[in-house]
Every structure is written in structure tokens, then in C-alpha cells.
């Protein structure tokens, strides 16, 4: 007993752990520069994951598929070789090649414009800020309604077209 | 430090499902649209992505060709994109 007096241990009872445990004000701000350094480290490497992620489309596969078909390097053997997976008959085929003759008919400077519009290596990957975009309002709606939408002609849009939308 | 660690790679983790599960299918669809849409109308839908006007005109150029591809065709094309999305991971959007 110590006739109710604390002693300078009991007067601290977790003093050996504050340093370790509880580390003090100083130390998460960052003047301790090991810990700065980490938190830096830390908050970069996520900041470049974070993008990663976004720039690509979400499926490497598809990313594939529409990098072949731009490339213009890329014979149309290969190409079928690489769609193999995809393309269970001759017609379908036949329809995947014409679409990639459509884009080796190109010139070099368009296919490297369609690029931009694409998330794939040379395009400026639009793609990564598309869902922050709100659907447009379709202007179906403003002719059945009686208004006048732009100047050019819509007579010949459908309901099926502006569900799309 | 730790603790600290684990919550940003769990956000990390979230947001890395959120942006894939987002993205992939936005870009079938467009594609898909691609196909289908006439030109008024498919101007007016990627609009919203604010592209560069000359990224824009080369895509319209390659759509000249692509429209003059047989209906059944593009339909085959279209099925094709849709098991392209279900080895993905996705429903197929393009329906």
C-alpha cells in the first residue's frame, strides 16, 4: 500500500505504450520524414492504380478486340485467328472481316483520330470519364411534341433510335 | 499506418470494380450503336462524350463503311460484341 498516494508509474499507467502505441500529432503530419515518405509513396502508387483502372475499359478482352481490328498491321488471317473464340461459323466470319476491311481502307491520320475516340494505347481515352456524362434527351420527344429540334430533318428516326439513347 | 494502409487498398478495391463495371459496357453499347444508329442520331450520342472534333469526323468516315455493310451482318457483328461482354464478366448490353 501506498497510503492512496499514486506513484509516478501508476500516475502514467500506459506510458511505455504511448510512443508506439499512440503515436503522437507530430508523427501522422508528417514531420517524421519516414512517415511522410510512406504516406507520399502510399498515396501515389494508389493515385496511378486508381488510373490505371480507369483508363482501361474494364475488360481486357474487348480492348483487344477493338485494337486488333483498327490495326492496320494486323493481317486478316491473324485477325480471325484472334477472334476464333468469338466466331463460331463462316458468316460470321465473313461479316468481322468486312468490318475490319472498313478500317484497313483507312489512312493512317484517321485511324489514328478514330483512336482518340477509343480506349486503347494512342487515343486519349475518353472512355474513363463517360459515366459522369447524363444521357441525352431525345429529340423524338421535341417532334411528337411539336417543337422543332435543330434544322435538320428527324422523319426518319424511330422510337427504337432514340431508345438507344 | 496500417490501418490506414488496409482502408485505402480496400477503396482502392472498390473503385477499381465500379470503373470496370461502368466502362466496359458504355463501350460495347457505343459500338453497338455504332452499327445500328443513322448519322443524326449517333452525332447527337457521342456528343456527350466531348471528343475532339477530328475524332469525331473519323469515326463518321469509318461509319460510312460500316453502314454499307449488310443488315444480317451487322447483326452477326452485334452477337459476336455480345459474347465478347460474357467472357468479360457482363450481361450482354447490347441487346
Known amino acids: 500500500m501506498n497510503n492512496g498516494h499514486l506513484t509516478d508509474s501508476q500516475d502514467v499507467p500506459n506510458e511505455g505504450l504511448s510512443s508506439s502505441f499512440c503515436p503522437g500529432q507530430h508523427q ?37 478486340v477493338v485494337e ?13 485467328a484472334a477472334l476464333q473464340e468469338f466466331v463460331s461459323d463462316a458468316a460470321t466470319a465473313k461479316a468481322v472481316v468486312e468490318v475490319k ?21 494512342g487515343g486519349e481515352k475518353i472512355w474513363k470519364h463517360q459515366h459522369h456524362f447524363s444521357v441525352n434527351k431525345c429529340p423524338m420527344n421535341d417532334r411528337i411534341n411539336g417543337k422543332t429540334f435543330g434544322s435538320e430533318d428527324y422523319r426518319e428516326w424511330s422510337e427504337t433510335d432514340c431508345r438507344l439513347l | ?41 449517333y452525332k447527337l450520342q457521342i456528343a456527350k462524350y466531348q471528343a475532339p472534333p477530328e475524332a469525331v469526323e473519323a469515326k463518321f468516315e469509318v461509319k460510312q463503311c460500316t453502314d454499307e455493310i449488310s443488315f444480317e451482318n451487322r447483326v452477326l457483328i452485334k452477337k459476336t460484341l455480345g459474347k465478347i461482354l460474357l467472357k468479360c464478366g457482363f450481361a450482354d448490353f447490347t441487346n
Open chain 1, 28 to 64: 501522422l503530419y508528417g514531420e517524421n520524414k519516414e512517415v511522410k515518405e510512406t504516406y507520399l509513396f502510399t498515396v501515389g502508387t494508389m493515385y496511378m492504380m486508381w488510373e490505371f483502372v480507369l483508363l482501361s475499359p474494364g475488360c481486357a478482352v474487348l480492348e483487344d
Open chain 1, 68 to 80: 486488333d481490328t483498327i490495326d492496320l498491321a494486323l493481317s486478316m488471317t491473324e485477325y480471325l
Open chain 1, 101 to 121: 476491311q472498313c478500317f484497313l481502307n483507312q489512312s493512317n491520320e484517321t485511324l489514328a483520330d478514330y483512336k482518340k475516340m477509343m480506349g486503347i494505347p
Open chain 2, 1 to 41: 499506418m496500417r490501418l490506414s494502409l488496409s482502408v485505402l487498398l480496400v477503396t482502392l478495391a472498390l473503385c477499381c470494380c465500379e470503373a470496370s463495371e461502368i466502362v466496359c459496357p458504355f463501350l460495347a453499347i457505343d459500338m453497338s450503336s455504332f452499327l445500328f444508329t443513322n448519322d443524326p442520331l
